[in-house]
């Protein structure tokens, strides 16, 4: 080369590395977002956080759905858009003190994309307003109590679950004893929480609508161990079913004190998702042989291979039924980030908070292991809009208890679905 066309060279060289300096840029991401925004570095986690009871007599729930969420992660290969997921937690306990304890240093944490949660009804009609004021989203995979999804009532934005609202568990519930136990008379009783309050009275309001009475309406403290008054109570007036829809242990209490109470002799017992624990059986004895539990129900091969998952990474079974709830909104809220997110060139995210909203509510014709999930409002009729029920009820059953379930076996079959 010619020393001339080397200086031009020379020079072409330093003009097009000064054009590039100074030429124009990718614009800085600007949030638009009405609830703002979450920006992670290059190396900074895609943050989840539960909020679970995982300690005291209703820690199978936690248990059942933590596991479940670690399932989800480990199959994205414990990533996504390139960045590590990582999962912390709290117990918010099966209580309103719990739940509120719980949201508030969930809520203080400006790291976490979006919550898994809670297992309890009351748990999250304590939480949902911290929740919700932090711009959080929230998707539960075991709260059931119907006002937390009803505009005007518990609901708040951000709320989501993808498990059953009891207008549909109640509803089965009710036709299953009249229907295919054919029982005339009912009984109920709660323990005052939301959760068992909300669902007793759904089922005894169809149980009337199919042309039944109901006898008794009453409740139990949770703590209460003697229930042998409201028991004797019950049992004036004989009636062919008993719908409990309560937890563990004062569940038990009830199932191993009936056969103490003269007029109960032959009187169906009935209890519901709460005691569909792999410990009751065994918990309430021999009184429990016989008796139905309504619930959740999911088949298929997608389930299954999630439950030789659980085998390979846990050992044995899920302890409760709601497993398979919280697989598929771990994985509804990972699926909002990867549509939302904002991807600059070197791998940072930004995740519109508004955005995981509308996502989620916008969401319909997604499959799950729990079956068909559509997240768009609902129309209730006279109880009103429901926000955020991702459940179409058909995930439910009837499950009865025998000898093989007081000897361990579990989960126990299923004798009745909805349309069969």
């Not at 054009?19 to 949030?31: I, N, S, W």
């Not at 708040?156 to 004893?177: I, S």
């Not at 997110?341 to 499959?367: F, K, P």
């Amino acid at each position: 080369m010619s020393k001339r066309l080397f200086v031009v060279f020379s020079v072409l060289m330093v003009v097009g590395m000064l054009l590039t300096a100074c030429g124009p840029k990718a614009a800085a991401f600007e949030c638009t977002d009405a609830v703002g925004c979450l920006d992670l570095a290059p190396d900074e986690p895609v943050h989840l956080a539960y909020m679970l009871t995982i300690s005291g007599a209703t820690a199978f729930l936690g248990e059942d759905s933590k596991g479940a969420i670690e399932i989800a992660m480990d199959d994205r290969g414990g990533q996504i858009l390139g960045h590590d997921i990582v999962l912390t937690g709290e117990d918010s306990g099966c209580n309103a003190e719990g739940g509120q304890t719980a949201a508030t240093k969930v809520a203080s944490d400006p790291t976490i994309v979006g919550v898994i949660g809670t297992n309890c009804s009351s748990a999250a009609t304590a939480a949902i307003d911290t929740i919700s004021d932090a711009g959080l989203v929230m998707i539960s995979s075991s709260n059931t109590a119907p006002a937390l999804t009803i505009e005007g009532e518990t609901w708040k934005p951000g709320y989501y679950r993808v498990c059953h609202t009891d207008l549909f568990q109640g509803a089965v519930a009710a036709e299953f004893a009249y229907n295919e136990l054919g029982a005339r008379t009912t009984a109920t009783i709660h323990d005052g929480s939301p959760y068992a309050d909300q669902l007793q009275a759904v089922y005894a309001k169809r149980f009337v609508e199919l042309g039944g009475e109901v006898t008794f309406a009453g409740a139990i403290n949770v703590g209460d161990t003697d229930m042998r008054t409201v028991l004797t109570t019950v049992a004036a007036d004989g009636p062919d079913v008993l719908y409990f829809p309560i937890f563990e242990p004062e569940g038990d209490f009830i199932v191993a004190q009936s056969s103490e109470i003269a007029g109960l002799e032959n009187t169906t017992l009935m209890g519901a998702d709460g005691l569909l624990a792999d410990s009751f059986p065994e918990n309430a004895g021999p009184n429990s042989v016989g008796m139905y539990l309504s619930g959740p129900y999911v088949v298929g091969d997608a389930y299954e291979a999630f439950l030789a998952k659980w085998d390979a990474k846990f050992g044995g079974v899920p302890p409760s039924g709601f497993h398979a709830f919280a697989y598929d909104g771990t994985n509804i809220i990972l699926d909002a980030v990867e549509a939302v997110a904002v991807v600059d060139e070197d791998g940072t995210l930004h995740i519109g908070r508004q955005a995981m909203r509308d996502y989620m509510s916008n969401l319909s014709g997604y499959t799950g292991l729990t079956g068909a999930l559509d997240c768009t409002d609902k129309d209730f009729g006279e109880i009103g809009t429901s926000h955020g029920d991702c459940a179409t009820g058909g995930a439910l059953g009837i499950f009865e208890l025998g000898q093989a379930e007081l000897d361990g076996n579990w989960p126990p079959p299923a004798v009745y679905t909805p349309g069969q």
